[in-house]
């Protein structure tokens, strides 16, 4: 190798680092983190995908987006958060746990995070305000929680005989406390009695349900949480063996053979999420950002499903769905 020859290697070997920069200003790596996994995910990260283009903002354009999933193992939160903050992404993006998004939020002051849960931001600690966000956190609230106490009212025109309601939740979600206080009190309004059960994997919620039957407890309100999401299917069997009555918090169950669900709609909460992403990549930034809420509540009753329980759904009800499945 002559002389000319490693004068031109070391030229392109000391380029490399501006090269480096170059491609990192041109295309700058999101870091996604999501609390579940990938394959139950996909209509999340569509959504988000969307919002990002109509930002003007597409993967492999002007954009890398940098993937992780904890399988919904809350044990995995910590160590996920500070390997997405290591890599130093222009903005995070955290799905769907509030615990999550607080992890992530603690691994870091000064990258943007632009987060999508159902619980209440300000309430949990990741926002000061829902208008005025402040410091380097924003994203979309999707209220899943909050509106446990209209659950009850729906699942009490559908059960009117039922005097007790059995009450599903996580106890390692963060939010378990606060929605366990809102339903009790919310069913002592107007009569009813909450019996509360736990389960925070497949064991126990074969334990929860079985115990359900055995009080003969035939309605329940299953607790918004990614855990009963991933396991919907299970979840929804479960209420069928046992002919319980079941209402939740998103659309996915009665699309897999539940009886009723109110809220908002899970996947479409991540188009606006990827519009923020795209707008702080676009130069705003987290503390002028407010906090966004759904504006759209669905209400979905799977017919089916309340034939199989032996329930007949009152014609009101079925024309204020906003989706009905025979």
């Not at 799905?95 to 949990?124: R, Y």
């Not at 929605?179 to 074969?206: C, K, P, W, Y």
Request: some cysteine; overall charge neutral.
């Amino acid at each position: 190798m002559n002389r000319r020859d490693i004068l031109k290697i070391v030229g392109l070997v000391s380029a490399w680092p501006a090269i480096g920069r170059a491609q990192s200003a041109d295309m700058p790596v999101i870091g996604f983190l999501s609390s579940g996994s990938k394959a139950d995910r996909q209509d999340q990260v569509d959504a988000f995908l969307r919002g990002l283009k109509e930002a003007g903002r597409k993967v492999g354009e002007n954009l890398v987006i940098e993937y992780r999933w904890a399988d919904d193992r809350d044990d995995h939160f910590q160590a996920l958060a500070l390997e997405i903050v290591r890599l130093k992404p222009a903005v995070i993006a955290v799905s769907s746990s509030t615990a999550i998004a607080l992890s992530v939020k603690s691994a870091t002051t000064t990258i943007p995070i632009v987060f999508c849960v159902g619980g209440d931001p300000v309430k949990n600690g990741l926002v000061a305000s829902l208008n005025r966000p402040g410091g380097n956190v924003t994203g979309i609230s999707y209220l899943s929680n909050a509106l446990a106490p209209k659950r009850l009212e729906l699942l009490r025109e559908l059960t009117p005989k039922q005097t007790v309601i059995a009450h599903l939740v996580n106890p390692k979600n963060s939010n378990a406390k606060a929605d366990v206080d809102e339903m009790v009190a919310a069913a002592h309004a107007v009569g009813l009695q909450i019996v509360l059960f736990e389960a925070s994997n497949t064991r126990e919620l074969d334990v929860s349900f079985l115990s359900m039957a055995q009080q003969k407890i035939g309605a329940l309100i299953v607790a918004s949480d990614t855990v009963f999401l991933s396991q919907r299917a299970n979840v929804v069997t479960l209420s069928a063996q046992h002919k319980i009555a079941a209402i939740f918090d998103g659309q996915e169950y009665p699309h897999a053979g539940g009886l009723i669900s109110y809220g908002a709609n899970r996947p479409a909460a991540f188009r606006p999420a990827g519009v923020c992403v795209g707008r702080i990549l676009n130069g705003a930034t987290p503390a002028e950002l407010p906090v966004e809420q759904p504006t759209t509540l669905e209400l979905v009753v799977n017919l089916k499903a309340a034939k199989a329980l032996g329930l007949t759904v009152p014609p009101t009800l079925v024309a204020r769905a906003d989706d009905v499945i025979e």
